[in-house]
């Protein structure tokens, strides 16, 4: 008789495992179509390793448990059940991924419970889930994290991990786009920012986005399962409407195209740069208006400097007939 996750967690006896409850009754309902597969399985931030234990009691059928953290304290553990199995070092580099890929080269649940900064949150991503078979499910944990500025995040950081899963939301939505950018362009900030590349095809293959209370679920297909797919239109009374059934079997791309400006320039990361540069060219404005003050301080002093001079008080009645003499001048 299957267990459901909730019992196997709640009764767990073993290594320490540490999850919000919110998580903990929300994997029943998200694996349960993954329980009697031969799954193989990932968890990158593993701690005590407890909750491997958990995943192999409630995968009874899976066939790789695998764990990786870069805590070298992590080598130390040692588990009964064969199917556990621990890679030591950095998710985001090659080294760990060419290990990863020695006990099986994809993955049908990858869950993400590292560092939580947004910049490994990112990069794992980029790296990993190309990994992830079609129909799988790739889970980033303790998202509140995004939030907090210390690990890279902030409600209106314009780099954080949330900001770059709600760039992902469009990604979804692509066909729908209609203007001249493709998937990884829009990620391109991203890119730029943390050094890594996406996939047009992987992108292509993000079915759905899930968001809750500090966690995001993505699921993964075929791109041609990510489509919108062909409107489908049954019955045969049309009282209110007027010949709409013409449109029956047809796709998004059957109706009149209607292309639209881009408006990148609205973009947060163009109007961040746009600042930028604002900033930049007032910071060389102030330099200027500095030197130029400069300069006026320093004739300001040699004119005092001048007038104060003997020459000037000697020459002073010279001056004065001058004046007398120019003004007789103007007068005659």
């Not at 966690?215 to 239109?233: A, H, N, Q, V």
Request: with cysteine; net charge negative.
């Amino acid at each position: 008789m299957k267990k459901e996750f909730e019992e196997i967690y709640f009764n767990h006896d073993g290594k320490v495992s540490d999850k919000w409850i919110l998580y903990i009754k929300e994997w029943e309902r998200l694996f349960l179509p993954f329980q009697d597969k031969e799954v193989d399985f990932l968890e990158i931030g593993i701690q005590n390793g407890g909750s491997l234990e958990i995943w192999a009691k409630y995968f009874k059928k899976a066939k790789h448990i695998v764990g990786c953290d870069v805590n070298e304290a992590c080598r130390n553990l040692e588990f009964d059940d064969p199917r556990i199995t621990t890679v030591i070092g950095d998710a985001n580099s090659d080294e760990v991924e060419k290990e990863l890929r020695k006990i099986t080269p994809e993955f049908d649940i990858i869950i993400d419970d590292g560092s939580h900064l947004s910049r490994d949150i990112i990069r794992s991503f980029s790296r990993h889930f190309n990994r992830l078979k079609e129909n799988g499910v790739y889970v980033i944990e303790d998202l509140h994290a995004s939030y907090w500025n210390w690990l890279g995040g902030g409600l209106y950081e314009p780099y954080s991990a949330i900001s770059f899963l709600k760039r992902l939301v469009d990604i979804a939505n692509f066909e729908h786009w209609r203007i001249n950018q493709s998937r990884k362009q829009h990620l391109l900030p991203f890119s730029q920012k943390y050094g890594v590349d996406f996939s047009e095809t992987d992108l292509s293959m993000i079915r759905s986005i899930k968001f809750m209370n500090s966690f995001c679920l993505l699921y993964k297909s075929c791109p041609e399962e990510t489509e919108l797919g062909k409107r489908i239109m049954v019955g045969s009374e049309e009282s209110v409407t007027e010949n709409t059934l013409k449109w029956d079997r047809t796709t998004i791309h059957d109706m009149i195209p209607v292309l639209y400006d881009d408006n990148a320039s609205f973009d947060i990361f163009s109007l961040k740069e746009r600042v930028d540069q604002l900033i930049v060219d007032a910071i060389k404005d102030e330099q200027k208006i500095s030197t130029l003050t400069f300069q006026i301080n320093k004739l300001e002093k040699e004119i005092v400097s001048f007038e104060n001079s003997k020459s000037w008080r000697i020459t002073k009645p010279l001056r004065i007939l001058a004046k007398f003499l120019r003004r007789d001048n103007d007068n005659g």
